[in-house]
């Protein structure tokens, strides 16, 4: 195309060219002037155009070549991680198996998000979303011209209709992971750069993919697969037409459009993505009617359990219990705060929002037992609680009652300083680790001792001028007892005399060894459990008894996997025993306490099957403990009030260790053994040393302290037959202040800060 001049145009309009007067009539010749002006005027008009969309085109080569550059330069942020829900599952879970379904517990943040493969999405959602929100989207680069034009045209009409917005899914996608959600022209041009990158690398059916496990459909729920589940109960891959089209609907504002809230909004929007099908040829129109057909209600579940004809859950429940812990009316409330806290340590902050499988030690049948054998003793009023803890022979706790109520107290009463409070006091419980050293150190069990009402050791002080002075419960003179004896009868002097033998060091040595984690301190008094300790270290440390000697650390954590399935922590290669004491020294104490159990304190909790155990009782009442086992399960109890204070009189009953405690822990074995294959403790007698002492048959030598802090030695008769108390009291050495529940801090063994121990043990 070729432009004329201005001397041509004039020309042409000379040679007889109509022209049109000022009044409107018609003229011939003479119009040359303003023919001329007329053509003038259009080639500067074709000139300015010409100017315009030369500048235009530079603009678009310029824009073009900024955003091949910016394409080609620059990098894709890391994505901002997604919080995954993590579950928690019980014993009977298989590996690999643990999910939305049969886990007792999920874990996260402030997220419920499940990741899905493509594979796992059913076409019908595909479709849905593909129709709802970018229909193209198979066949543009990441960024859809001809959308963001009709999202423009829609705006500048004012239409609030719009069926497509101007951001593809990639867009979308890219705004919620690599981006902010600002609003300006900046992020509009990164956000697109980013997508075009974007779809360079990435699949498409990856994009999308990532783009349904990332939104955000209400209800907390976070991912198709959490909504699918929030909203219908069911997985994702299980989605029929009117459930996809109901999703894909709440994508552009899930709040607004949720059927419980408002059904009419809800309606409107899955007719409009229905609509969308039908008209990319997804589904017929047939298909469209009755998805819209299908009504907002749901009915309750029936016989079984089961929803019947429910098409969308209320926003009060979930059909996976979204956040839920299941069995919390057995207390695993208290599991799982424990569970989070140990995969915060192993994996670092935020674990549990990293979709793990954790696989538990969580037995809820032996749970159960547990649960009930506490409360049927001591009720969940307002008189003392409980705690127990059970761990097999493999080192896994099965059971852990952490207390009466998880809402009302959020201390776990089972763990201690860990669990939120404190440590309390084991009393007689701590005995069987002075055993356990005075065997190891070569001495025999059948040792004589005396047991007079009360003792005294010189250098040895409760406080500065005061003696410390342990006693029998109710001062009685047990005579002269063989180790084994004043076992089974709980003295507290023959064992003040052994600590004596073998130095409180040894005795807090022996008891870390065990498997005691809590701090002691090695006074005298330790040997009648003056420091306190929690639940957890009592069921560890006589757990190596049972084991014969070895220790397993206990875990309430089996397995922790990946969302894929890959191994992140395995207890069997990560837990292994450890030889603690011999096997002989292990089967003398097994021995002795399978004893106790048959001819003492323990007798009340006896099971009609081969056990050991000791009971504990502090001063005052305070606490109370029995601690047992069998060949494949070892269980510790302990009750008490949070805030220590007397239980003399409970439910008409002087409380002890061989009372309630012996009582919880033969409801609870008695169930939880059963079906386990019977075993006997060897007989046996390790030590071969006996304990050299001036004996006399008839009186006592007891030192007992004068006026003014100075002592003095009295001769008393021995009492002739022995008695058997069913109850012992622990006296400490220092006052202890107000606590609440038991303790498992890091073990440390402090200095002792008494005189040095003689290497006899007292007449």
């Known amino acids: 195309m070729t432009f004329s001049g201005h001397k041509g145009g004039g020309a042409k309009a000379g040679r007889g060219t109509k022209g049109t007067s000022a009044n409107g009539t018609s003229t011939k010749g003479g119009g040359s002037s303003g023919s001329g002006a007329d053509a003038g005027g259009r080639r500067r008009y074709l000139w300015g155009l010409r100017r315009v969309g030369y500048m235009l085109l530079v603009l678009a080569v310029v824009s073009m070549g900024g955003l091949w550059m910016a394409v080609n330069t620059i990098d894709l942020p890391p994505a901002k991680p997604s919080a995954q829900t993590s579950f928690v599952c019980d014993i009977r879970v298989e590996f690999g198996d643990c999910g939305f379904v049969n ?79 600002e609003r300006t022209m900046t992020r509009k041009l990164k956000e697109a750069v980013l997508s075009i990158k974007l779809e360079g690398q990435l699949d498409k059916r990856d994009i999308l ?88 209600v749901w009915t309750r579940e029936d016989a079984n359990g089961d929803p019947q004809n429910m098409t969308i859950l209320p926003r009060n429940r979930t059909g996976a219990d ?29 674990a549990e929002t990293r979709g793990l499988r954790v696989y538990t030690t969580f037995d809820p049948s032996m749970q159960e037992a547990a649960q009930q054998s506490v409360q049927k003793s001591l009720g969940t009023g307002s008189g003392p609680v409980g705690s127990l803890v059970a761990v097999d022979e493999s080192g896994q706790i099965r059971a852990m009652v952490g207390g009466n109520d998880f809402e009302k107290s959020k201390v776990n009463l089972a763990l201690g300083k860990r669990g939120g409070g404190s440590g309390r006091q084991p009393g007689s419980t701590f005995k069987p680790f002075a055993l356990a050293a005075f065997i190891e150190d070569g001495y025999s069990v059948e040792s004589p001792f005396r047991s007079p009402p009360t003792t005294q050791f010189d250098g040895v002080y409760n406080s500065p001028g005061k003696l410390w002075t342990p006693r029998n419960f109710g001062k009685s003179d047990l005579g002269v007892l063989s180790v084994e004896e004043a076992t089974w009868k709980s003295s507290n002097t023959v064992y003040a005399g052994m600590v004596n033998l073998i130095t409180p060091e040894r005795l807090a040595e022996m008891a870390k060894r065990l498997g005691v984690k809590s701090h002691l301190d090695p006074r005298y008094a330790l040997v009648l459990g003056s420091e306190e300790v929690s639940v957890l270290d009592m069921a560890s440390a006589y757990s190596t008894f049972a084991d014969r000697g070895e220790h397993i650390a206990p875990f309430m954590i089996r397995r922790v996997e990946d969302s894929s399935g890959n191994i992140l922590f395995d207890a069997s290669t990560s837990v292994k025993p450890t030889r603690a004491i011999d096997e002989g020294v292990a089967d003398t104490v097994n021995w002795v306490l399978k004893g106790a159990m048959e001819h003492g304190t323990g007798k009340p909790a006896s099971i009609g099957r081969t056990a050991a155990g000791k009971t504990g009782t502090t001063t005052d009442s305070k606490d109370a403990w029995f601690v047992g086992y069998t060949c ?47 075993c006997e403790f060897p007989q046996t007698d390790f030590g071969q040393r006996m304990v050299n002492q001036n004996l006399s048959s008839q009186r006592t030598t007891t030192t007992t302290e004068a006026p003014g802090g100075t002592s003095s030695t009295t001769t008393t008769p021995s009492a002739s037959t022995p008695s058997t108390t069913e109850a012992e009291i622990a006296t400490t050495t220092t006052a202890r202040p107000a606590t609440t529940t038991t303790a498992a801090p890091t073990t440390t063994v402090a200095p002792t800060t008494t005189a040095a121990p003689t290497t006899t043990a007292p007449a």
């Open 322 to 350: 979204l956040g839920r812990v299941r069995y919390s009316e057995i207390g695993s409330q208290f599991w799982m705060v424990e569970v989070r806290k140990q995969l915060r340590e192993r994996f670092g902050a935020g």
């Open 209 to 296: 993919t990532r783009y349904l496990n990332e939104i955000y459909f209400g209800r907390g729920a976070y991912g198709v697969e959490a909504a699918s589940r929030a909203y219908f109960g069911i997985g994702v891959a299980d989605l029929k037409l009117h459930q996809a089209a109901y999703l894909a609907g709440l994508i552009r504002s899930p709040e607004s459009a949720d059927a419980v809230k408002d059904p009419k909004e809800a309606t409107r929007r899955r007719a409009t993505v229905l609509a969308n099908m039908v008209e990319q040829g997804y589904i017929t129109q047939a298909e469209a009617d009755d998805a819209n057909a299908v009504p907002w």
């Open 103 to 181: 886990s007792m517990a999920h874990l996260s943040a402030t997220e419920e998000r499940v990741s899905v493969d493509y594979e796992d999405l059913p076409t019908v959602l595909v479709q849905a979303v593909l129709a709802a929100e970018d229909q193209k989207f198979f066949d543009h680069g990441g960024i859809d011209p001809m959308g963001i034009g009709r999202a423009v045209y829609q705006s500048l009409r004012g239409s609030s209709r719009s069926r497509q917005g101007g951001s593809t899914i990639t867009q979308q996608y890219v705004k919620l992971t690599y981006l902010t959600s």
């Open 632 to 678: 494949h399960l070892t269980a510790a109890v302990w009750m008490g009030y949070e805030t220590p204070k007397t239980m003399k009189d409970f439910r008409g009953r002087e409380v002890s260790g061989g009372s309630f405690p012996a009582e919880m822990w033969r409801d609870f074995m008695s169930k939880a053994t059963k079906g386990d294959s019977p």
